[in-house]
C-alpha cells in the first residue's frame, strides 16, 4: 500500500526584520530537517499583501528574507527556495480551498481576531482568506511535516481539515482517476488526494515571546524594538536587548517546575535551550540558583556566537541581489514543475477542463 512520501514545507512572510522567535520557531528547524527530509522553503510574498498592501520595498524584503535562509544554512542546490507568487498554483489552489472551507471555520481562527482587530469589516478578505492560502502552500506540494512556531498550529489544523473535506467531498473522484494514495488516519486506511499534514512544533522554544512582557509573542510588528531581537542586530544591540529584557527578582529555580508562573525567566531559559540545542531542564542544571545578572552575560554570550555569523552572511548575500535573484528563479522552476502536476490532478478531480 502506498503512503505519501515525507516532504517538508514552510514559508515565512517578508514583512519586516526576522527575529529571533522566527529564528527559534521556525529557521533553526528548517536547517535541521534538510538531513532527514526533502524540504521546500517559501518567501510567502503573496501572504504580505494580507494584513497590508502596499509596502515600500516588498522585493527588498523577498531578498533579505531569502538571504536569511541561506545565511542560516539551508542549502538551495539540495532543497528547494523561492518565493511564493513565481509559482502560480499558490493562487489557483487557494481558491478552490476557498471553496471547500467554511467562513465560520475562517472567523474562528485567532490570527484573524488578532490582526483584524476591532475593526474586522474593514480586514482585507485576504485577511480572513489567509489560512487557505497557507492550506494551498502546502497542500500544493502535498507536503507531510510542517515545521512551525506554536502561533501557528490553528492555521495547521485548519489545513488538514481542509485536506480531510476535500478529500471526503471528492472521494468517488479521487478514486475513479486514481489519482489518490492510502493513508492511514487514526486506526482507519482512507484513500485521499491530500495528506493530513503535520506540524513540527517541538523544542524547548516553540513561542519565544517579547522581552518586555513574556505573556506576549516576540514579533515583529511590536513597537517596541527592545521587545525583540533581530537577525540583524549587532552585538552591542543584543547584549543591550538582553541586560534591559523585564525578569522578576527572584534567582532561577533549581527545577523546571519553578518556572511555571514566572514567564520572563521561563522565555529566557528556553531560548538559552533552543540557541545551544538542550533543554530547559538542562540549563537549570546549569544555572539554577544563580541571578539574572549570572545568567544575563551568559545568554548574551550565547546569542552573540549564534546570531552573528548570521548576520554577517545574510550582509554578504544582500550585497549580491542577482545572485539570490538566481536562487529563487531556479528555486520557482522547480516548485512550478511539481505544482504544476498537483494542478492538473486537482482539475481532473475536481472536473475542470485543461
Ligand atoms: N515569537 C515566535 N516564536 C516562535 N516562532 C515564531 N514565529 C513567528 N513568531 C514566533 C514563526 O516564524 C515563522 C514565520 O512567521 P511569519 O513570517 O508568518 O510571521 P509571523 O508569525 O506573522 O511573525 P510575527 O513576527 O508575529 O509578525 P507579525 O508581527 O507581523 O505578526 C512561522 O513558523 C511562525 O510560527
Redesign the pocket.
Known amino acids: 500500500m502506498s503512503e505519501f512520501k515525507p516532504l517538508v514545507f514552510?514559508?515565512?512572510?517578508?514583512?519586516?526584520n526576522?527575529?529571533?522567535?522566527?529564528?527559534?520557531?521556525?529557521?533553526r528547524k528548517f536547517v535541521a530537517l534538510q538531513e532527514s527530509h526533502n524540504c521546500i522553503y517559501c518567501v510567502?510574498d503573496l501572504?504580505?499583501l494580507t494584513?497590508q498592501l502596499v509596502h515600500d520595498d516588498l522585493q527588498g524584503q523577498t531578498r533579505s528574507?531569502t538571504a536569511a535562509f541561506l545565511a542560516a544554512g539551508i542549502d538551495p542546490k539540495q532543497h528547494i527556495v523561492f518565493n511564493q507568487s513565481r509559482v502560480p498554483g499558490h493562487a489557483e489552489l487557494a481558491w478552490i480551498f476557498n471553496c471547500v472551507a467554511r467562513i465560520g471555520w475562517m472567523n474562528r481562527m485567532t490570527?484573524f481576531k488578532?490582526?483584524a482587530g476591532k475593526d474586522r469589516e474593514n480586514a482585507s478578505l485576504g485577511l480572513l482568506a489567509y489560512p487557505s492560502l497557507m492550506a494551498a502552500d502546502i497542500l500544493l506540494y502535498r507536503a507531510t511535516h510542517?515545521?512551525?512556531?506554536?502561533?501557528?498550529k490553528q492555521h495547521l489544523e485548519l489545513t488538514r481539515d481542509i485536506a480531510q473535506k476535500f478529500n471526503i467531498d471528492f472521494s468517488k473522484r479521487i478514486a475513479d482517476t486514481g489519482l489518490g494514495v492510502d493513508m492511514l488516519v487514526g486506526e482507519e486506511r482512507v484513500n485521499g488526494y491530500f495528506p493530513l499534514t503535520e506540524p513540527l512544533?517541538e523544542g524547548p522554544?516553540?513561542?519565544?515571546?517579547?522581552l518586555r512582557d513574556g505573556t506576549k509573542?516576540?514579533?515583529?510588528?511590536?513597537v517596541s524594538d527592545l521587545s525583540?531581537i533581530n537577525l540583524t542586530d549587532d552585538a552591542d544591540s543584543i547584549s543591550k536587548k538582553i541586560r534591559k529584557a523585564k525578569t522578576d527578582p527572584e534567582p532561577l529555580p533549581g527545577d523546571v517546575e519553578g518556572l511555571e508562573g514566572r514567564p520572563e525567566a521561563e522565555n529566557l531559559v528556553g531560548i538559552y535551550a533552543a540557541l545551544s540545542d538542550t533543554s530547559k531542564e538542562a540549563v537549570i542544571a546549569d544555572f539554577g540558583g544563580q541571578q539574572f545578572s549570572a545568567f544575563k552575560p551568559a545568554l548574551t554570550e550565547l546569542a552573540v556566537s549564534v546570531m552573528s555569523p548570521i548576520s554577517a552572511e545574510m550582509r554578504r548575500l544582500m550585497d549580491d541581489p542577482a545572485y539570490i535573484d538566481g536562487v529563487l528563479e531556479d528555486g520557482g522552476d522547480r516548485a512550478g514543475a511539481i505544482a504544476g502536476k498537483t494542478m492538473n490532478d486537482v482539475k481532473e478531480i475536481i472536473g475542470l477542463l485543461y
Open positions: 514552510s514559508g515565512v512572510q517578508p514583512t519586516g526576522l527575529h529571533l522567535g522566527n529564528y527559534l520557531g521556525a529557521i510567502v501572504h504580505a494584513a528574507i490570527q488578532d490582526k510542517v515545521p512551525v512556531g506554536d502561533d501557528q512544533i522554544a516553540p513561542r519565544v515571546m517579547s509573542k516576540m514579533s515583529k510588528s511590536d525583540r
